[in-house]
């Protein structure tokens, strides 16, 4: 009993650490808005505008914590503005997911 009651708190416990992709559906229009909403101020490219270049190679030094909080909250003196009022945590998790893979293995717009 005790090791089972160990088992499900060691899940419970790690839980915040995976997440559910979100639809099919959601992911075309999470990525949708990367490419035009993010894509206005860090480049349709998103190798930078009036924002900093949003790729991989340039984001692999920051934590996922970071740049979950950074996207949902926004960055004070700067022009990011926060997300949190249009995408989940859930969601962010993703995006910074699709934001860290390289060029080759993402798709901005299926």
Excluded at 5 to 13: D, E
Excluded at 44 to 64: E, Q
Excluded at 82 to 95: C, H, Y
Aim: hydrophobic share 35%.
């Amino acid at each position: 009993m005790i090791r089972y009651l160990f088992i499900c708190l060691s899940l419970l416990c790690s839980a915040p650490a995976f997440s559910i992709n979100p639809p099919q559906d959601r992911q075309k229009e999470l990525r949708n808005m990367l490419k035009h909403d993010c894509g206005s101020c860090h480049g349709l490219t998103l190798k930078g505008g009036l924002g900093p270049p949003l790729l991989a190679s340039r984001l692999v030094n920051k934590t996922n914590d970071y740049l979950i909080a950074t996207i949902q909250n926004g960055r004070k003196g700067t022009a990011m503005p926060p997300w949190k009022s249009f995408i989940s945590v859930d969601e962010t998790r993703w995006l910074v997911q699709e934001l860290l893979k390289k060029p080759v293995e993402r798709t901005l717009v299926h």
